[in-house]
């Protein structure tokens, strides 16, 4: 009786305001989805991280557009460590990158992939749930790290033990102990620090061929 009678109550209304309930029901579902994932990403630990805890801070707006200056004159696939809700592997998808993004927590991988989906560029854009320690990132040739410092001395190492001359590794929020970065942006929590590998390494002059860049 209840069903039928909102049925009926509906109907007169279906191809308008039912269009337009089902929408705000669809939004509110999302952002009682979203109060969940802060809740369930705020206090998660990876275990591979040695205990490390590892709270999910989204990347400001002013972090994004520090990274993605970072890209410019860059091509090749691009991942980001660490990535989230997946605000930068979209940002890098717009900006015509292939971008890959590793996340631990399953509930922020669905959603990137959500928002990834309602901002038609899923198909240049994969999240997967893994571990970063491992999986091998030599593929890449642009890197995006949001970490913590006590990660950072063994994900240097790793890196370097993998990437190609031509890799270009930026770093958020906290720098790299050892390397010294060939280009900064922002300030404060925004700052953003760019390594280039072959620098790092002192790869010989013909590497700079296979990406050349322009210095600003």
Known sequence: GAMSEAGARESPERDGGGRSRWGLLVTAAVGGSLVALYAVA???VAPALRKVCLPFVPATAAQIQNVLKM???????????GSGD??????AAKMGFKAVGYELNPWLVWYSRYRAWRDGVHQNTRFY???????SFSRYRNIVVFGVPQMMPQL??????????????????FPFPCWVPDHTAGEGIDTV???????????????LEITPEIES
């Not at 749930?129 to 999986?135: A, G, H, P, R």
């Not at 620090?193 to 590497?207: I, M, V």
């Open 129 to 135: 749930i893994s571990d970063l320690w491992k999986v």
């Open 71 to 81: 890209l410019e004159n860059r091509s090749g696939p691009l991942v980001d460590i």
């Open 86 to 91: 997946g605000r930068i592997v979209i940002a």
């Open 42 to 44: 705020t206090p998660f």
């Open 156 to 173: 240097e190492k790793k890196l370097e033990e993998e990437l190609e001359c031509n890799a270009r590794i930026i770093a958020c929020r």
């Open 193 to 207: 620090w760019a390594y280039d590998l072959k620098h790092s390494r002192g790869c010989e002059t013909k590497s």
